[in-house]
T-cell receptor, first 113, second 112 residues
Framework: DVKVTQSSRYLVKRTGEKVFLECVQDMDHENMFWYRQDPGLGLRLIYFSYDVKMKEKGDIPEGYSVSREKKERFSLILESASTNQTSMYLC????????????FGSGTQLSVL | GENVEQHPSTLSVQEGDSAVIKCTYSDSASNYFPWYKQELGKRPQLIIDIRSNVGEKKDQRIAVTLNKTAKHFSLHITETQPEDSAVYFCAASTGGYQKVTFGIGTKLQVIP
């Protein structure tokens, strides 16, 4: 079974801190995604990557960056955390071609104080 | 970019009744339409999907219909059970690198 693992379930940070959210998948998937989930707003795509060292902006990339140095790992970086980045962050991965099913991690609830 | 609208945002039904959730999409190039179910405190999981070359797909008590002309697709759950209570997300994708755009979600409550 595919496993997508996010390094932290809960995280509390201060405004202005640099925050790293880590995601690892074990199914050799090409595509990896970062979403944030907010009540009433659904799942909004921040960034995605279709290959090592490749990245594409999603719908709400402002204030975020990403890194994909290895195929199995996709990191989301908040350069200077702000209170409006308090949210649930979900990582997901999928394979290529017709294998489009997204496998999600269990999420990281980030609170920025 | 793609915009997916979903309604209703909340839905309550009696156990055994049917539930219908509707979505519209904006990009006529979208060709893949998955539905995800997220139970409380858990991760979203794919429950059914449909591609643009198919008008309807069924899997036991759930079915999805697609109207490409109107850019509508819907999820139908029959004989609802309490374990169907969850948030359901529709989504659309244009394939390629498979950027998936989600609707805002529908919170379904099945009342025993």
């Amino acid at each position: 079974d595919v496993k997508v693992t996010q390094s932290s379930r809960y995280l509390v940070k201060r405004t202005g801190e640099k925050v790293f959210l880590e995601c690892v998948q074990d199914m050799d998937h090409e595509n990896m995604f970062w979403y944030r989930q907010d009540p009433g707003l659904g799942l909004r795509l921040i960034y995605f990557s279709y290959d090592v060292k490749m990245k594409e902006k999603g719908d709400i990339p402002e204030g975020y960056s990403v890194s994909r140095e290895k195929k199995e790992r996709f990191s989301l970086i908040l350069e200077s955390a702000s209170t409006n980045q308090t949210s649930m962050y979900l990582c997901a991965s999928s394979g290529q071609g017709s294998n489009e099913k997204l496998f999600f991690g269990s999420g990281t609830q980030l609170s920025v104080l | 970019g793609e915009n997916v609208e979903q309604h209703p945002s909340t839905l309550s039904v009696q156990e055994g009744d049917s539930a219908v959730i509707k979505c519209t999409y904006s990009d006529s190039a979208s060709n893949y339409f998955p539905w995800y179910k997220q139970e409380l405190g858990k991760r979203p999981q794919l429950i059914i999907d449909i591609r643009s070359n198919v008008g309807e797909k069924k899997d036991q008590r759930i079915a999805v219909t697609l109207n490409k002309t109107a850019k509508h697709f819907s999820l139908h759950i029959t004989e609802t059970q309490p374990e169907d209570s969850a948030v359901y997300f529709c989504a659309a994708s244009t394939g390629g690198y498979q950027k998936v755009t989600f609707g805002i979600g529908t919170k379904l409550q099945v009342i025993p």
